[in-house]
Structures are given as C-alpha cells and as structure tokens.
C-alpha cells in the first residue's frame, strides 16, 4: 500500500533527473530511500495544463505510475509549486484504484498531500490483499512511515488454513 512520493514531471520542464546515478538502484530502494527523482508518469485521454494556476488536470482513463505502484482514476487534478515544479497536492476522483504489489486500496477520492506525504482515501474505501479486506468511512496512509488509520474500520481476515 504505497502511494506516490511525489516530485513530478507532469508535461512540465523537468529539472537534471540523475538517472544514471541511481541506475544500480532498483525503483523500490530509491523510493524507499526517499530518492524524489524517480518519475511519475502520468498518462490519460485529455489534459489541461493552466500555469497560471499551478494546475495539470487529466481527465479519462487517469494512469499513474511512480516507481511500483500503479494509481486509476476518472480524474485527477495535480497542484504544483512555482519554482521547482514541484507537486503539492492531489485530488483524484471516480473508480480510484491503487494497485501495489497484491494489495489493491480502492475508493470514490483520493488526495494526496507532500507535505505529510500521505494519502487520504474517502468514498467507501476498502483496502485488500489476498487475504484480507478493510472497510472504513476514512483511510489515511502515511507513505514515509508505512502505516494506516482507518476511521469506523471492519476487518474481515480470510482463514489462510481454508
């Protein structure tokens, strides 16, 4: 259940990325490490770019890819600061899935907050893995730390002897 710890090239100039530095790195170590040059990469049916605003709102078949998660959406809207291009916050919306590994999360919206580096999941969200499954009102992940707080939680474990 890992998000996007993100610092993004979001059809936006990106700063030197230091690939060939990390290249003896897998994704996984670098993200783990906190490495912010490992890109993500968005791909959907149509953007709008407003650098007035400090917005990229992709829309349609919402593809996210950072490192070894991979997150859907029928919308998402990315904030972004000046300067560095660096992304603040973002809201996605309808039919979210965030796969990784064989854990799915899956909820009606999603926001992402750097800041915190967490992601907060409302809409009847329901955490899953092979085994297990999570209802709640409210799911918050912590990225960095790699935990969860469930609001008004269920937990249903699958008797793995079954």
Do not use: H, W
């Given at each position: 259940?890992?998000?996007?710890?993100?610092?993004?090239?979001?059809?936006?100039?990106?700063?030197?990325?230091?690939?060939?530095?990390?290249?003896?790195?897998?994704?996984?170590?670098?993200?783990?490490q906190g490495d912010k040059n490992v890109p993500?990469?968005?791909?959907?049916?149509?953007?709008?770019?407003?650098?007035?605003?400090?917005?990229?709102?992709?829309?349609?078949?919402?593809?996210?890819?950072?490192?070894?998660?991979?997150?859907?959406?029928?919308?998402?809207?990315?904030?972004?600061?000046?300067?560095?291009?660096?992304?603040?916050?973002?809201?996605?919306?309808?039919?979210?899935?965030?796969?990784?590994?064989?854990?799915?999360?899956?909820?009606?919206?999603?926001?992402?907050?750097?800041?915190?580096?967490?992601?907060?999941?409302?809409?009847?969200?329901?955490?899953?893995?092979?085994?297990?499954?999570?209802?709640?009102?409210?799911m918050t992940y912590f990225l960095k730390e790699?935990?969860?707080?469930?609001?008004?939680?269920?937990?249903?474990?699958?008797?793995?002897?079954?």
């Amino acid at each position: 259940m890992i998000f996007l710890t993100i610092v993004a090239c979001i059809a936006l100039p990106c700063a030197g990325l230091k690939a060939a530095a990390f290249a003896e790195n897998s994704t996984k170590d670098r993200l783990m490490q906190g490495d912010k040059n490992v890109p993500l990469i968005i791909t959907s049916k149509n953007l709008v770019a407003d650098t007035k605003k400090k917005t990229a709102i992709f829309t349609g078949s919402v593809k996210a890819v950072k490192g070894e998660a991979t997150f859907y959406a029928d919308k998402m809207v990315v904030y972004y600061s000046d300067g560095e291009k660096k992304v603040d916050r973002i809201d996605a919306t309808g039919n979210i899935k965030l796969v990784k590994d064989d854990s799915i999360i899956t909820s009606e919206r999603a926001v992402y907050s750097a800041g915190d580096e967490s992601v907060v999941f409302t809409g009847n969200p329901e955490a899953r893995d092979s085994k297990n499954l999570i209802t709640g009102t409210k799911m918050t992940y912590f990225l960095k730390e790699e935990y969860s707080v469930v609001e008004n939680s269920s937990v249903y474990i699958r008797d793995k002897d079954k």
